[in-house]
């Protein structure tokens, strides 16, 4: 009980390598309990499972730590372990370690991120992890690293008031690794395509396809630190509200309380 707990979740599936190196690495700072995916789950953001039932199923692929496959989504995989698995409150929650970036506005399509957001709603400090390596097999020596360091600066200094960091790794040799950089989100977009193709039964189907557009020109975002071989590390809120606008529409609008429809 003297020791932290740690959730451990995902959106790549509880096979993966990503949470496999994440795993290891959260149980050199205390006892680890994983409720992730049974499969992929990438991109689909804060989803929920509501008209479907959910599976909880152990797994013993962790040697000595508690591990559960769910048949839901990463928020699913939360919000169970918080409500069925865990005995008490962890004092981190950690996601990932993703393949590939979750950068820039990627962050809102995050299963990743969602999962960490879910457990900061509930007022837990939490972490999504990303390394810029989409291969399954990809090396996860700096990620290791770079978990390492961020966990433990987590558990002796906190998470200021948002609870939630989004981190994100470049793909390169710890040797090569610049720094860290606390820094915002970059401005930028997907230009979205859908690739058609026809399946053997002559009927149309599409694929996903698009490119990152780039909008920003400042040295102070998660694109530039990555792009330089820095980690890039940015508080993030799951409390959307554009503060700035909330005064401007009441000045602007005629709208107000005391309109009648």
């Known amino acids: 009980m003297n020791r932290p707990l740690i959730l451990v979740s995902n959106d790549d599936g509880i096979d993966s390598k990503g949470i496999a190196a994440l795993i290891e690495v959260a149980q050199k700072f205390g006892e680890v309990v994983v409720v992730a995916p049974a499969s992929h789950q990438s991109g689909m953001s804060h989803a929920i ?8 199923t152990e797994v013993n692929d962790f040697g000595a730590t508690k591990a559960y496959m769910c048949s839901g989504t990463p928020v699913d995989c939360v919000k169970i372990a918080l409500s069925k698995v865990l005995d008490r409150k962890p004092d981190l929650c950690i996601s990932g370690v993703n393949h590939g970036s979750n950068a820039s506005i ?127 590390i940015v508080p993030v809120s799951y409390n959307l509200t554009a503060k700035k606008s ?15 429809v």
């Open 246 to 260: 909330v005064q401007s529409l009441q000045k602007s609008w005629t709208l107000n309380s005391s309109t009648v």
């Open 49 to 56: 499972t509501m008209f479907t039932s959910l599976r909880l």
């Open 106 to 232: 990627n962050v809102i399509y995050s299963g990743t991120m969602a999962a960490a957001m879910e457990a900061a709603i509930e007022g837990i400090n939490s972490i999504g992890f990303s390394l810029l390596n989409f291969a399954a097999n990809a090396n996860m020596d700096t990620a290791k690293f770079v978990v390492e360091k961020i966990i433990a600066e987590t558990l002796q200094k906190g998470i200021s008031d948002t609870n939630l960091l989004n981190v994100n790794i470049p793909n390169v040799d710890i040797d090569q690794l610049k720094g860290f950089k606390i820094c915002r989100q970059a401005k930028g977009n997907w230009r979205e395509e859908f690739d058609q193709r026809t399946d053997p039964f002559k009927r149309d189907y599409y694929w996903l396809t698009g490119k990152f557009i780039y909008e920003d020109t400042g040295d102070d975002n998660d694109i530039w630190a990555l792009d330089h071989n820095y980690v890039s």
